[in-house]
Nanobody, 124 residues
């Protein structure tokens, strides 16, 4: 069975950095699209960044430049680093996969497999 587990959430100060990881199992990790998403209270789940099986990366507008998505196929692990965090970065962060190699343009609705999420709270 597909399993995704996010780690690394917690409290971060404004201007600091966060690093999240997502441990994957149950599928051939290196052959599929992986993505990071987030959802703040009262808002829709939004895409943060995606990386496909070829290493092609996309970032959401406004997060490019201070977000870095990466993957370690040998360790079946996806990473997200975000620098210069802001209060509005507070959200539950999720990793997800499509189990296909390209990443879909449709965003969150196109991803059938999700982790449980990890809470990130940015405080001043």
């Amino acid at each position: 069975a597909v399993q995704l587990e996010e780690l690394g959430g917690g409290s971060v100060q404004v201007g600091g950095s966060l690093k999240l990881s997502c441990s994957a199992s149950g599928f051939i990790f290196g052959r599929v699209c992986m993505g990071w998403f987030r959802q703040a209270p009262g808002k829709e789940r939004e895409e943060v960044a995606t990386i496909d099986a070829r290493g092609t990366i996309t970032y959401a507008d406004g997060l490019k430049g201070r977000s870095t998505i990466s993957r370690d196929n040998a360790a079946n692990t996806l990473y997200l680093q975000m620098d210069s965090v802001k209060a509005e970065d507070s959200a539950v962060y999720y990793c997800a996969t499509t189990l296909t190699w390209p990443c879909p343009a449709l965003g969150a609705p196109a991803y059938p497999y999700w982790g449980r999420g990890t809470q990130v709270t940015v405080s001043s």
